[in-house]
């Protein structure tokens, strides 16, 4: 292996650290405790998990967490009803919606009526567009967590040819947006794209977004190249037990690549560290209180 690993665990343990510090000076300066909301709308298996484990590292770094369990069939006049009330709370400093929503709701009306400014996950049209026209925005968790430790393995990535395979609008659209913020020159790729090996090939930063276990082999990645494998996919390991994998092919990407990100403990625990750093940007920005450095972009 010739790949140095970057280990997404380490470093969602020291930004949440960050966090707690300026969770605690807040409170200490201010009088003032982050506050993050999140609703759960049905008994999702997985979704329970991620709300659960939201929920327990909010209250881990000091902050205000408030659950809120909705039946699978509640309607529309209610959620919205639900997200008004946390937009009114001064309390509430985040706000998200965990997704996917029951299919009888309608997801972009849903996450279009959370306050911009308390839109944690960033996914407000509002907030889309801040970051498109690059300005001041709340950030997507996951590509945040990325260009973090992009920018902490790298410094400059100015220049770099970045390759973004998938093109969701939770993952590959604002990852690409970044990228472009930090200068590089950035293809998007997707399931229509030709030749995609011949793409990938050229990066010095290849983003994987496309939830399909280990597509991207080794000789797919440029030598020394940054490898940032977003996907998380379940497979059989035999004997009747599952685990986890990532969009690219690991032992033999590391074989060729500068630096990777393992699945799991890559970008998976960023996301959540993310969280919670854009509540303590959300917070500060609600207080007309100078934003901690290191939290966003
Ligand atoms: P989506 O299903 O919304 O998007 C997948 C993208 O991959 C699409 O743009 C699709 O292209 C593209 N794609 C599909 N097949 C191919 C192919 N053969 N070649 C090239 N591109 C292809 O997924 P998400 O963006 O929501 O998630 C992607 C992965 O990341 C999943 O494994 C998910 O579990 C994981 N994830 C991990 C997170 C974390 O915290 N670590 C957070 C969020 C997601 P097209 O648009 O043309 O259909």
Redesign the pocket.
Known sequence: MTASIIDGKAFAAELRGKVAGHVARLAADHGVVPGLAVVLVGEDPASQVYVGSKGKMTVEVGMRSFTHRLAADTDEARLLGLIQTLNNDPEVHGILVQLPLPAHLDSDLVINAIDPAKDVDGFHISNVGLLATGQKAMVP??PL?CLLMLRAHHGSLSGMEAVV????????KPMAQLLLGESCTVTM?????RD?AAVVRRADIVVA????AR?VPGDWIKPGATVID????RVDAGEGKTRLVG?VDFDSAAAVAGAITPVPG???P??IACLLANTVTACCRAHGLPEPEGLTV
């Open positions: 968790c996951t967590g395979i998938g093109r969701s609008n939770i993952v590959g790729a997707h399931s229509r794209t995609l977004a496309v939830g399909r597509m977003v996907g998380i996919n969009d890559g970008v998976g960023m996301t």
